[in-house]
């Protein structure tokens, strides 16, 4: 299989490239791996993979946003909208404060399951506040303690007060009954009805 690598640089599916190069799926299947040994192709995802193909040779890959959000959603997985990664060390706390300002609906649902993931409340307050995110990260943590498992956040980092009112999605909020004190607390609109937490909790149980 002699490919022109300059003629398929991108993201592909294992399908969508079969189809474009006109082979069966497990050739393409068994060309990505050649690619992939060689340093031209990097994986993506869990369940749903995309293949970044160079025609460079590409730097061992490190673990983003969307690897870190698959990770503990493993069944309530995220298309990666393009290969975010992070060459430094990355965590749970970086992916929450990256997380928030994509302003999407499944990344935000993601990010519930994380708080049961987090290590350093230190680092994730500072970092949130030095972005202007520590309120939508505080709503969310409130609206997680409702439906799962979090580790608890130490109440220093609880006090703040609050005037300025913030979306998550913006002008995107729900009038369920069961946020009101949560939204009242982080002047922050939830975005979310119960049936997208029912979904989340129940595929990730």
């Known amino acids: 299989m002699n490919i022109n690598l300059l003629t398929i640089e991108g993201l592909w599916t294992a399908e969508i490239l079969a189809e ?3 082979y069966t799926r497990q ?9 992939k ?3 031209h192709v990097t994986a993506i995802g869990n369940k749903k993979r995309l293949y970044k193909i160079t025609a460079k040779k590409q730097l061992p ?26 060459h430094y060390n ?4 970086n992916a929450l404060v990256d ?23 230190k680092k994730l307050y500072a970092l949130a506040k030095e972005i202007d995110v520590w309120q939508e990260i505080g709503a969310l943590y409130d609206v997680a303690k409702l439906f799962f ?11 703040n007060k609050f005037k300025k009112w913030k979306y998550l999605i913006l002008t995107y909020k729900t009038k369920e009954l069961i946020f009101n004190s949560i939204k009242e607390k982080w002047k922050v609109q939830i975005p979310f009805k ?9 595929v990730n149980s």
């Open 90 to 93: 990355y965590q749970v706390e």
């Open 99 to 121: 997380a928030v300002q994509t302003k999407n609906f499944r990344v935000l649902l993601a990010t519930l399951k994380l708080f049961n993931h987090i290590k350093n409340w």
């Open 20 to 22: 474009e190069l006109g």
């Open 149 to 159: 498992r979090v580790r608890k956040m130490p109440e220093k980092y609880r006090k």
């Open 194 to 202: 119960l049936g997208d937490l029912r979904k989340v909790k129940y």
């Open 27 to 35: 050739s393409t299947i068994n060309l990505l791996s050649k690619l």
């Open 37 to 39: 040994k060689q340093g």
């Open 61 to 86: 890959r490190k673990p983003g946003l969307y690897d870190i959000l698959n990770k503990y959603n493993p069944n309530f997985q995220i298309m990666p909208p393009y290969d975010h990664q992070a």
